[in-house]
């Protein structure tokens, strides 16, 4: 119920819905059905289950044509996920360029943290990645993602788009993500109690706080544009 409100009110914002899967498939069965009523606008994120299974989920999700597919491959080190059968774990290179060929759509690697990590999802094929510590709820004690963006731009930065989250909860944090290199931010957890609170409304005020913030961080530092975002703007001890 969370997505049917969530998927059509991000398209009609100009935004893009991602919808995760987990122990219930008919969660990320039913979004893929939201997204194809919005002509594809959402990306479903898979787990990185065995392949098998993996490819299960794309053929499902191959009839509803969503614009996009992600994988949350920090999800491996989730001890729930890898006690389930079919469990799930780490992808090799070879592993996973298979995945993204069997997709045959843009593929979005999400749980990257060093350039590494980074390097291996451009090699296997990604389209984009997400820099990502998948909400500090896998490993304790890592960095944040603000930390290791730039290194990861410097690695990878024009061979693939770069989206970042955690912890961005303001337009200022946009200005800075951007700043840092990110082409683009996701947004995960402020949108849960605001759909939950006003529904697609709630949504729409969110998000209206976030644009009318990066509006007035972009004014107050003299960017008239997205594009003139670049370092020179934080300042990095």
């Known amino acids: 119920s969370y997505n049917s409100i969530l ?10 819905a991602m919808a995760g899967d987990g122990m219930d498939a008919d969660v990320m069965e039913s979004a893929a059905r939201d997204m194809a009523a919005v002509g594809g606008i959402g ?3 898979i ?3 065995n392949k098998e299974f993996i490819f299960e989920k794309l053929d499902y999700l191959r009839q509803y044509e969503p614009f996009a597919v992600a994988m949350d491959i920090d999800g491996a080190g989730l001890p729930f996920l890898k006690k389930y059968n079919p469990n799930a774990g780490s992808k090799s290179v070879a592993e996973l360029k298979e995945i993204i060929e069997y997709a045959n759509k843009p593929f979005m ?7 590494n990590g980074a390097e ?23 960095p ?6 730039p290194s990861i731009v410097d690695a990878v930065g024009g061979k693939v788009t770069i989206f970042v989250d955690g ?9 800075k993500a951007l700043a840092l290199g990110a ?55």
């Open 7 to 16: 998927i059509p009110a991000a398209k009609e914002y100009g935004v893009c």
């Open 43 to 45: 990306i479903p994120t």
């Open 47 to 49: 787990k990185p289950w």
């Open 109 to 115: 690697v999400k749980g990257i943290m060093t350039p």
């Open 120 to 142: 291996k999802a451009v090699e296997a094929g990604s389209s984009a990645i997400v820099v990502s510590n998948h909400g500090g709820r896998v490993q304790g004690d890592c």
């Open 144 to 149: 944040s993602t603000a930390e290791v963006l």
């Open 167 to 175: 912890g961005i909860r303001s337009g200022v944090d946009v200005f």
């Open 183 to 237: 082409d683009a931010v996701l947004i995960g957890r402020p949108v849960i109690p605001a759909i939950y609170a006003e529904g697609a409304e709630g949504l729409k005020i969110y998000l209206d706080k976030i644009h009318a913030e990066l509006v007035d961080t972009m004014t107050m530092c003299g960017a008239r544009k997205l594009s003139d975002i670049d370092s020179s703007f934080v300042f990095r001890p």
